[in-house]
Structure formats: C-alpha cells, structure tokens
C-alpha cells in the first residue's frame, strides 16, 4: 500500500466504525438502556408530540395522522435503532414522508424538539448525541418528498 492510499484507509475504516455513518441497529442495547429502555422512550415521544402539538410550523403536517399509530411506530422505531428488543414495523421514512413537502427547517424544528425533550428527561449527553447521529442519516428521506 502507499503511503498515499493510508489517510483514505484510515478514513474509511473510521467512517465504518462509526454509528454516525449508518443508520443499522446498535450492536448493543446500551443505547436504549441510557435512553430508559421501552418506558424511557415511551415519554420522550410523549414529549415530543406535545411540543409537535404547540408548533404552529410544523403541527399541520400531522393533521390527518393517526397519532396513537405514529406513536407507536416511533416508539418502535427508536427502540429498535438504539439496539432496544423491537422490531420496525413501519413504513420507510421515504414512503412515509413522501408528499408532506416537509422543509429543512420544519427538520430542524422536529429536532430541537428532540433535544428539549432530552435535556427535560436528563438523559445523557452522549447518548442524546448518539440517536441524534443515528437520526441525521433519515434527513435526505423526510426533506422535500
Ligand atoms: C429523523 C426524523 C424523523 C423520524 C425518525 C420520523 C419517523 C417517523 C415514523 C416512524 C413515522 C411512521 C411511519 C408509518 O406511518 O409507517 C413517521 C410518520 C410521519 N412523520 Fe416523521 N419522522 C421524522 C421526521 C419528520 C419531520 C421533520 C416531520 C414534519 C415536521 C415528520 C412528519 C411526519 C408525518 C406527518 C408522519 C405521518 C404520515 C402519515 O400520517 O401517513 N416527520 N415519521
């Protein structure tokens, strides 16, 4: 190999290693745990459909949605991608996000809202850090479909 060809390697192997840089599954379930396992992530998406539910940008999105489903998928989704016991039986963020014209900053909204949320349960900073890095990657399939 050239000495060249080594930062690339370097690189790649990092971005592999890394769950930022796919949106599979933790390998463990730590995340979950530090997100408080099923009751955990059941009020921090309670948390968030109430700050969804004041947000005058973003709340006309959800206005013909069967919300106890979208809960229930949400919950699902989240507990499965932080390595929970669950399995995603949801539609894919592309299909279901197609035709809702949802803006980079109605995005950006949802995900303050997150944060908030995060921040209120005192769960850990590097495990918000962490669904945050698992969610960015699902940007490209919600924004403008
Ligand atoms: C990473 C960010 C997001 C995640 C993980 C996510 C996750 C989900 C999930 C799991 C569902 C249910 C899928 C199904 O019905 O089978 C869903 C539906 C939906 N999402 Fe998102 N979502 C995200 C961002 C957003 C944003 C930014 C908006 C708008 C502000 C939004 C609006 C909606 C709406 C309106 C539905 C319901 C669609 C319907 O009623 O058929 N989502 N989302």
Excluded: W
């Excluded at 949605?65 to 989704?77: C, K, N, V, W, Y």
């Amino acid at each position: 190999m050239t000495v060249k060809q080594t930062p690339l390697l370097v690189a790649l192997l990092l971005c592999l290693s890394l769950s930022a840089c796919s949106q599979q599954p933790q390998k463990t379930d730590q995340l979950y745990l530090a997100l408080g396992a099923q009751a955990g992530l059941e009020q921090l998406v309670d948390g968030l459909l109430l700050e969804i539910e004041q947000d005058q940008q973003i709340v006309h999105h959800f206005q013909d949605t069967d919300i106890p489903r979208f809960r229930r998928l949400l919950i699902e989704q989240l507990c499965e991608l932080s390595g929970g016991p669950c399995t995603y039986t949801g539609a894919t963020m592309q299909e279901s996000h197609t035709g809702f014209q949802i803006s980079q900053a109605d995005f950006d909204n949802l995900v303050t809202h997150l944060m908030t949320v995060m921040q209120r349960q005192k769960i850990d900073i590097k495990a918000q850090n962490q669904l945050l890095a698992l969610l960015a990657p699902m940007y490209k399939d919600v924004v403008y479909r």
